[in-house]
């Protein structure tokens, strides 16, 4: 029984992993994003990627369109 509690664990955190990476990934620079070895949690946090695609796209007008 220990035993299956383990093994779904491990598939769980495989499964949530790629998650967690693009969500740490949203706040890292292009540069942090890119260094190897890969790490998942970094020091500095970082809006920049979110104020982009704020001022490249109209974010109004598709919220909008995904209510309607």
Known sequence: SIVKYIFMI???LVAIYP??????SSFKTDGQIMKYPVNLF??????DGYKTIWNRINFITLYRNTII
């Open 10 to 12: 491990a598939i769980a």
């Open 19 to 24: 998650f967690l990476w693009m969500v740490c």
């Open 42 to 47: 970094m020091g500095t946090i970082t809006f």
